[in-house]
């Protein structure tokens, strides 16, 4: 579907009205045949914050206490995510993590609210995955919601609950593949499943659910966005869907659970050492708990992590994992939200986060969006200041992606080789750039060659042509490792290596060879459910290409094991202590 400015996106909300309209129409739900568990998991803290008014959604904080959450000015910035958040009903797990009968009141007061202002298919609410998500909200926590109600209320709960039923009965083919399509059917198999009066959705929604994990979910268990926190999403919903369906005594198609049984070893892949997700193309960390709700609903083996999922290569050694995003950017749909991230890695070590990606900047508005998905943003050289991928004339779609050229993975006796080679600059400055990356078997030190090289005589000619523009000063390149905020870095032995500290007391050492200029600078970690990015550090190599091939090394070594007294807790995917 098109953006609200487009012709489809204006035919789009026309068609949702209508269909919400024609929903006003549907028998109120006679109550529940079967009500699934509450398997969607809130946050107590977050829940607590809600109670005392101080209300966080899509990034922006509003301090409201006493006020209804529908009377909320969205920030202009945020507007679409604001409402987002809010009619998909995610905070309705945080208030029922919480549980305190405050949490309670305040659940039962927005949501007969919401009922009363939208329950008859007003508000920008009505779209197929807003649905889709809602539904799943109010029927996981409806002992919650309908505790000490009356029965008139109850009453228009199970109304609102067949319009949009109804609703997305009509209107599920609209939700964009993927996420947005797993949300609504999802909703819709829940909504068939567990209200009397709704069986007939059922045989419908669970043939287009199979159907859609067909089409959208690869042999190993990817996703076209290539987006981390989004695969977790729809493993979740998979889960969710499988679990109902078998509680109700219904058969979980094949392709349902086969979906389920590729997802699950990818996620493995993309996880970090600390067991949070790897953080790129729009994806944050995953919400805490959910990965490994996830995983182990999804009956997921423990096992050594397979080296590549989803175009991500994953290199690990004792209490340390670096994953790569080894593959072009997503193209099509999914290159609206897709990063220039193609070669950046992250690293963690045990329980600690050391070299990370900023991050997804949608909660913090557009500029920051932008800016998110750019090269520079990643932990990866850029060129002349160019991202590897770059946008296409709106702006919005990374149109012109760089092509992996070269790529292997080879495990050896010292440890783990990946080299990557991708040609984003080779049509305007001839050089394919190229990153070697070799992590150790015990996960001490992890090495890196950096390279640009013209390797045909028409990448020379071009080369060429470059220098004789710039003056023979050549292509500016920067190398950058983007530290998480709890690193403490510092410029060490005469501004020729950096030191860094975690909180466990790990010491990593950062040093290089080659001709370029070691600075540390500021950079910022974006993190969903902050209102401002938090500050943090980059180390930066900088220096000038001016030949056929360019070449610098360097190596991160840890110098300081974490005391054994202090020691994190092993996590998921971690063996024995380095």
């Known amino acids: 579907m098109g953006g609200k400015g487009t012709p489809s996106g204006r035919l789009g909300q026309l068609a949702d009205r209508y269909a919400a309209f024609a929903a006003r129409r549907a028998r109120p739900a006679g109550g529940f045949v079967s009500q699934p568990e509450p398997r969607s998991i809130g946050l107590y803290a977050r829940g607590k914050q809600l109670t005392s008014g101080n209300i966080l959604l899509a990034g922006h ?9 529908w009377d909320l000015p969205p920030h202009p910035q945020t507007a679409d995510g604001f409402q987002a958040e809010a009619h998909g ?3 309705l797990d945080d208030l029922a993590a919480f549980g305190t009968p405050a949490a309670r009141g305040l659940a039962h007061d927005w949501t007969w609210d919401w009922i009363a202002r939208y329950g ?10 807003l649905t889709g998500r809602r539904i799943i909200r109010w029927i996981h926590h409806a002992t919650f919601l309908l505790s000490s109600r009356s029965k008139g209320d109850n009453q228009d709960f199970y109304r609102a609950l067949a319009r949009q039923s109804s609703y997305l009965s009509r209107r599920w083919q609209a939700a964009a593949p993927g996420l947005p399509r797993f949300e609504a059917l999802t909703g819709l198999v829940y909504a068939g499943i567990s209200l009397i009066g709704m069986e007939r959705l059922v045989p419908g929604a669970v043939a287009a659910l199979a159907a859609a994990c067909d089409a959208d979910i690869d042999r190993e268990g990817g996703i076209p966005t290539r987006n981390p926190e989004e695969l977790l999403e729809v493993l979740t919903l998979l889960t969710w869907s499988a679990r109902a369906l078998s509680e109700a005594g219904q058969p979980v198609p094949a392709a349902l659970s086969g979906a389920i049984t590729r997802i699950a070893p990818a996620l493995r892949t993309l996880r970090h050492a600390d067991g949070d997700l790897a953080r790129f193309h729009g994806g944050g960390k995953g919400t805490e708990g959910r990965l490994d709700q996830s995983l182990a609903a999804a009956g997921a083996r423990p096992g050594q992590p397979a080296a590549v999922a989803m175009g991500f290569a994953r290199l690990s050694g004792r209490r340390t994992s670096v994953i790569v995003d080894a593959s072009p950017p997503p193209g099509g749909r999914a290159a609206l939200a897709a990063h220039a991230s193609t070669a950046a890695f992250e690293l963690t070590s045990g329980r600690r986060p050391l070299v990370v990606s900023c991050g997804s900047g949608l909660s913090f508005g557009p500029a920051w969006r932008q800016a998110a998905r750019a090269t520079p943003s990643h932990s990866v050289l850029t060129l002349d200041g160019a991202s590897s991928s770059r946008f296409g004339t709106k702006g919005e779609a990374l149109e012109h992606l760089a092509n992996v050229t070269a790529s292997r993975l080879i495990p050896g006796a010292e440890g783990t080789d990946l080299y990557i080679a991708h040609d984003g600059w080779t049509a305007s400055h001839g050089l394919t750039a190229g990153r070697s990356l070799t992590l150790a078997q015990d996960g001490r030190r992890l090495s890196g060659v950096e390279t640009l090289i013209a390797l045909t005589a ?5 080369f060429e042509d470059m220098m004789t523009l710039t003056r023979m000063e050549g292509a500016g390149f920067a190398i950058r490792f983007h530290l998480h905020p709890e690193v403490d870095a510092a410029l060490d032995m005469a501004d020729t290596a950096v030191s860094m500290g975690l909180r466990s007391g790990e010491i990593w050492i ?8 070691l600075t540390l600078e500021p950079s910022a970690y974006l993190e969903k459910g902050r209102i401002n990015p938090r500050p943090c550090t980059q180390i930066v190599l900088r220096g000038q290409a001016r030949g056929f091939e360019t070449r610098i090394g360097w190596t991160l070594a840890k110098a300081k094991d974490t005391p054994l007294a202090i020691r994190d807790l092993e996590g998921p995917d971690m063996d024995a202590d380095a």
Do not use: C, H, Y
């Open 458 to 462: 028409e990448a020379r000619r071009r």
């Open 61 to 69: 904080l509003v301090e409201a206490p006493g006020v209804s959450l």
């Open 89 to 91: 009903f995610s905070w």
């Open 510 to 517: 950062f040093r290089f060879s080659g001709q370029a200029i």
């Open 120 to 129: 008859k298919g007003r508000g920008p609410g009505w779209t197929p995955d």
